[in-house]
């Protein structure tokens, strides 16, 4: 298959393949989610490289992929929306049929899960506030220019960087200076202002990979906090795209063997490589990571 990248003056053409990733790319690459997973603990990444983590399906994952796809309706839905009033109404029509949907699109993680669930996690999705502080960022900025920025030109596409030994799926790519840029979905809290470091990298890690295949280096990216409706769009200087090379040059020697030292953090308790972590030991030149 092949998709195009529209951009006001270019085109970019680049081969997707969407059979499992363990099948497209050999072990050798380094994902994307690898560089999330080391932004977190370091010991994740080689724990995932050795086994699949147990993924804990709690209702705040399950809130987190309600939210995630909520984010991707975000344009459609302020394109019709006169203001908040409005705004919130077509958000809470639009959640009950993704309440639906979801099953349908993550059927396989949720097979624990009733659909009789959905009503209490619909309730602690707060649509007000969401709708608040996007109407607020479009009065701003003005709608036009909000929604060209936020406009998927591809959802979730997988690309792969034999240079970076980089692949992995971007959440959207959007057309920023009339360039492909990445834009990052995150449901977790939004810092006061900016985005937090580790999303910084995790941007840059994500504008290195496009840069290969479009034939462009996305100089700018986008962070929504999807949870908060918070748009952020940021600059991609070179100190990011440096510290993201640095953590996939690392990532790359953790999967070699080398063992991370362990750091106790607030993640740890509901880490599915928990009782793995712990009786695991440390190496001395695990504190070089």
């Not at 994307?32 to 990444?45: A, G, H």
């Not at 009065?139 to 909000?146: F, I, L």
């Not at 949870?227 to 990011?240: L, N, Y």
């Not at 640095?246 to 080398?258: D, Q, W």
């Amino acid at each position: 298959m092949v998709v195009r990248l529209l951009s006001k003056e270019s085109l970019y053409d680049f081969s997707l393949d969407y059979r499992p990733m363990s099948e497209i790319f050999p072990f050798r690459y380094t994902k994307l989610s690898d560089v999330v997973n080391y932004l977190r603990c370091p010991r994740k990444v080689y724990f995932s490289s050795k086994t699949e983590e147990k993924q804990d399906i709690s209702e705040a994952y399950l809130k987190h992929l309600l939210i995630r796809e909520f984010a991707h309706k975000y344009p459609e839905l302020l394109q019709d929306a006169a203001d908040k009033i409005e705004l919130v109404s077509a958000m809470r029509d639009r959640l009950q049929e993704l309440a639906q949907e979801l099953f349908q699109i993550h059927g396989p993680e949720l097979e624990l899960f009733s659909e009789a669930q959905m009503p209490g996690i619909l309730r602690e999705v707060p649509v007000e506030n969401i709708a608040s502080n996007l109407m607020a960022y479009v009065n701003e900025h003005g709608k036009k220019k909000v929604l060209k920025e936020i406009s998927e030109i591809e959802t979730e596409p997988i690309i792969v960087s034999k240079k970076l030994n980089l692949t992995g799926q971007i959440p959207a790519i959007v057309c920023l200076g009339e360039k492909p840029s990445p834009m990052l979905i995150k449901t977790g809290k939004a810092p006061e202002n900016g985005i937090w470091k580790n999303d910084r990298i995790h941007l840059a890690a994500s504008a290195l990979l496009m840069g290969e295949h479009t034939g462009t280096h996305p100089t700018e990216g986008i962070v929504q906090y999807a949870a908060f409706g918070s748009i952020r769009k940021v600059r991609i200087h070179s100190t990011d795209r440096r510290n993201a090379i640095n953590v996939i040059k690392k990532i790359e020697k953790i999967k070699m063997g080398t063992m991370p030292e362990r750091k106790e953090n607030p993640l740890c308790e509901s880490c599915g490589f928990r009782e793995s972590c712990i009786s695991e030991p440390t190496s001395l030149l695990s504190r070089l990571f």
